[in-house]
Nanobody, 115 residues
Framework: QVQSVESGGGLVQPGGSLRLSCAVSGIIFSGTDMGWYRQAPGQGRELVAAISPGGSKQYADSVKGRFTISRDNAKNTVYLQMNGLQPADTAVYYC?????????WGQGTQVTVSP
């Protein structure tokens, strides 16, 4: 059974940091592209960061230099380290991957950046 469980969201002040985790089971994690998306209220879902099996990374322009995506293949887990958080980063963050051409999304974790 394919599953992903996200954790690490919360309330943080501007300039603060959070680390999101997404633990995946039921797939060959080490061979799978992984991504983090976010969706703010009233907006569409946008790609925040992605990492390939080989470790190549891509980021949305809005988070470059502040967020870092990483993966631990031994733990089947992908991380998103978020530094310098701003109110505009407030959103529900989702882990995403494809397995046998089907899209899988985590349950989402809320990140709120507020004074």
């Amino acid at each position: 059974q394919v599953q992903s469980v996200e954790s690490g969201g919360g309330l943080v002040q501007p300039g603060g940091s959070l680390r999101l985790s997404c633990a995946v089971s039921g797939i060959i994690f080490s061979g799978t592209d992984m991504g983090w998306y976010r969706q703010a209220p009233g907006q569409g879902r946008e790609l925040v960061a992605a990492i390939s099996p080989g470790g190549s990374k891509q980021y949305a322009d809005s988070v470059k230099g502040r967020f870092t995506i990483s993966r631990d293949n031994a733990k089947n887990t992908v991380y998103l380290q978020m530094n310098g958080l701003q109110p505009a980063d407030t959103a529900v963050y989702y882990c995403h991957f494809q397995w046998f051409q089907r899209d899988y999304w985590g349950q989402g974790t809320q990140v709120t950046v507020s004074p």
